[in-house]
Antibody
Framework: QVQLQESGPGLVKSSETLSLTCAVS????????WNWIRQPAGKGLEWLGR???????NYNPSLKSRVTMSVDTSKNHFYLSLTSVTAADTAIYYC?????????WGQGALVTVSS | DIQLTQSPSFLSASVGDRVTITCRAS??????LAWYQQRAGKAPKLLIS???TLQSGVPSRFSGSGSGTEFTLTISSLQPEDFATYYC?????????FGQGTRLDIK
């Protein structure tokens, strides 16, 4: 059973960079795509993008050029970086993966952007 | 981007009721549609993939159907643990998108 765990700072200052790590256990990172999704408090889900082990990525254009995702197969980790954050980036950030959909999710990491 | 519109956005029902949630796509997505259940304070849980494939461990009272641009999630007989928010997601094209959610409350 694949398990995912997000980690990273819970508080980020406005205009700085949000960085999160997703640790993968119970399965190899060398399969599927590895996704990031976020959810502002009381709102819906937004897919941010996905990364594959060969480094190929697909990002949500809504984030423009602010987002970068990467993977470290030696650590079974994948990463999210979001630059120039504002209050609008305050949300719970989830990592997720799966075969035909998002079968496995982390518990989520709350990131608050402060001014 | 493909827009997904769920209806209704809010649904009040009783234990034992049969309920249907609709997800309409702004363009055809073949069968690449998934449904998730999210309970308060928890991560979403995948219920159904590729329109109608029930995930292992998900009760058979959940079912999905549809094609093209219109899809439905049906719960045949609501149980207390089913009161939650439900989201559809299209995986046909990038960016992947979610519906706005349907909140299912106890009447």
């Amino acid at each position: 059973q694949v398990q995912l765990q997000e980690s990273g700072p819970g508080l980020v200052k406005s205009s700085e960079t949000l960085s999160l790590t997703c640790a993968v256990s119970g399965g190899s990172i060398s399969r599927w795509f590895w996704n990031w999704i976020r959810q502002p408090a009381g709102k819906g889900l937004e897919w941010l993008g996905r990364v594959y082990i060969n480094g190929n990525t697909n990002y949500n254009p809504s984030l423009k050029s602010r987002v970068t995702m990467s993977v470290d197969t030696s650590k079974n980790h994948f990463y999210l970086s979001l630059t120039s954050v504002t209050a609008a980036d305050t949300a719970i950030y989830y990592c997720a993966t799966g075969d035909r959909a998002l079968d496995y999710w982390g518990q989520g990491a709350l990131v608050t952007v402060s001014s | 981007d493909i827009q997904l519109t769920q209806s209704p956005s809010f649904l009040s029902a009783s234990v034992g009721d049969r309920v249907t949630i609709t997800c309409r796509a702004s363009q055809g997505i073949t069968s690449f549609l998934a449904w998730y259940q999210q309970r308060a304070g928890k991560a979403p849980k995948l219920l159904i993939s590729t329109t109608s494939t029930l995930q292992s461990g998900v009760p058979s009272r959940f079912s999905g159907s549809g094609s093209g641009t219109e899809f439905t999630l049906t719960i045949s007989s609501l149980q207390p643990e089913d009161f939650a928010t439900y989201y559809c997601q299209q995986l046909n094209s990038y960016p992947l998108t979610f519906g706005q959610g349907t909140r299912l409350d106890i009447k």
